[in-house]
């Protein structure tokens, strides 16, 4: 399965140049860019990706997986699903960009409360900003953050940042498994 998504993030998620020519969030220039959405919003994307999530998560005793909005949110769909095929049921959420301000104030949508242990997800991890950024949230909304797991590590110390806020922190896939995949083809 991994094998499989890496060549998928490969053909239509990943991009990769000897020259610095991807402008980043944080404005630096890059040699590779990830946008895992063209993959994750692939039917066989999806499957992979929520099949190879929910295996990292599997024991990790949690009744939710989700994270910051709309990166996180295939994958914590496509997880929730297979975990249900694995009768093993995880409920997906999703964590606002910007808190609700009618209604119930909530930063989190979903079918979690206070008190649940949940694992936060993210599609790519530079920094680790928006990952930490979830946890915080979901911490706010009383939810014990006991995992967090990335599909893709650029392996530029994002990982490492998240593992200060949750210890237990893995990556699906590496910049360096997508670069070896790339030069293959």
Same mark, same amino acid.
């Given at each position: 399965?991994?094998?499989? &998504?890496?060549?998928? &993030?490969?053909?239509?998620?990943?991009?990769?140049?000897?020259?610095?020519?991807?402008?980043?969030? !944080?404005?630096?220039?890059?040699?590779?860019?990830? %946008?895992?959405?063209?993959? $994750?919003?692939?039917?066989?994307?999806?499957?992979?990706?929520?099949? &190879?999530? #929910? %295996?990292?998560?599997?024991?990790?005793?949690?009744?939710?997986?989700?994270? &910051? $909005? #709309? *990166?996180?949110?295939?994958?914590?769909?496509?997880?929730? #699903?297979?975990?249900?095929? %694995?009768?093993?049921?995880?409920?997906?959420? !999703?964590?606002?960009?910007?808190?609700?301000?009618? *209604?119930? /104030? +909530?930063?989190?949508?979903?079918?979690?409360?206070?008190?649940?242990?949940?694992?936060?997800?993210?599609?790519?991890?530079?920094?680790?900003?928006?990952?930490?950024?979830?946890?915080?949230?979901? +911490?706010?909304?009383?939810?014990?953050?006991?995992?967090?797991?990335?599909?893709?590590?650029?392996?530029?110390?994002?990982?490492?940042?998240?593992?200060?806020?949750?210890?237990?922190?893995?990556?699906? /896939?590496?910049?360096?498994?997508?670069?070896?995949?790339?030069?293959?083809?």
């Amino acid at each position: 399965m991994k094998q499989e &998504l890496i060549e998928i &993030l490969c053909r239509k998620s990943f991009k990769y140049s000897e020259k610095p020519v991807f402008k980043l969030v !944080s404005g630096r220039m890059s040699r590779f860019y990830v %946008n895992c959405k063209p993959t $994750t919003l692939d039917p066989r994307g999806m499957f992979l990706a929520g099949h &190879l999530v #929910f %295996n990292a998560v599997r024991d990790a005793d949690i009744a939710g997986i989700g994270g &910051l $909005t #709309f *990166g996180a949110d295939p994958i914590a769909v496509a997880a929730a #699903f297979a975990s249900e095929l %694995n009768k093993h049921p995880i409920r997906a959420f !999703s964590i606002r960009k910007e808190q609700k301000d009618h *209604g119930i /104030i +909530r930063w989190i949508e979903g079918d979690m409360a206070a008190g649940d242990r949940v694992a936060i997800i993210d599609d790519v991890a530079t920094t680790g900003g928006s990952t930490i950024k979830a946890i915080e949230r979901a +911490r706010s909304e009383g939810m014990e953050v006991v995992k967090a797991v990335v599909l893709v590590d650029r392996q530029e110390g994002g990982l490492e940042n998240i593992q200060k806020y949750v210890p237990d922190t893995t990556a699906i /896939i590496t910049r360096d498994e997508l670069i070896r995949q790339w030069r293959a083809f």
